[in-house]
Nanobody, 125 residues
Framework: QVQLVESGGNLVQAGGDLRLSCVASVRAFKVITVGWFRQPPGKEREFVSAMGWNGGRVIYADSVEGRFTISRDNAKNTVSLQMNSLKAEDTAVYFC??????????????????WGQGTQVTVSS
């Protein structure tokens, strides 16, 4: 079982930056593939970014490529999402997600087994 707790959501002006963090309560965090998803108001949850369990492969949604950066600190069981040059369309509840150990990186929501409760990011234009 993996428990995930996000933090860092806030209200920010367009063009600003924000950093989200997610702490995982699991013994072998280093073998867990982790990802970030978001759910804009009135829309379905969508993929943002993911990083493989070995830290080698990273993928991004086209809408955030070049602006967002995912990273992980295995010593602290933490995955972060640095969000720069935020736009109004980035407004959403952001969710941290994790796959079972040794799973490959994926952008498919259904491939993720564990989810955090979400943190609200609001970008004012």
């Amino acid at each position: 079982q993996v428990q995930l707790v996000e933090s860092g959501g806030n209200l920010v002006q367009a063009g600003g930056d924000l950093r989200l963090s997610c702490v995982a309560s699991v013994r072998a965090f280093k073998v867990i593939t982790v990802g970030w998803f978001r759910q804009p108001p009135g829309k379905e949850r969508e993929f943002v970014s993911a990083m493989g369990w070995n830290g080698g492969r990273v993928i991004y949604a086209d809408s955030v490529e070049g602006r967002f950066t995912i990273s992980r600190d295995n010593a602290k069981n933490t995955v972060s999402l640095q969000m720069n040059s935020l736009k109004a369309e980035d407004t959403a509840v952001y969710f941290c997600a994790a796959r079972r150990p040794f799973s490959v990186v994926s952008s498919a929501r259904g491939d993720y087994d564990y989810w955090g409760q979400g943190t609200q990011v609001t970008v004012s234009s």
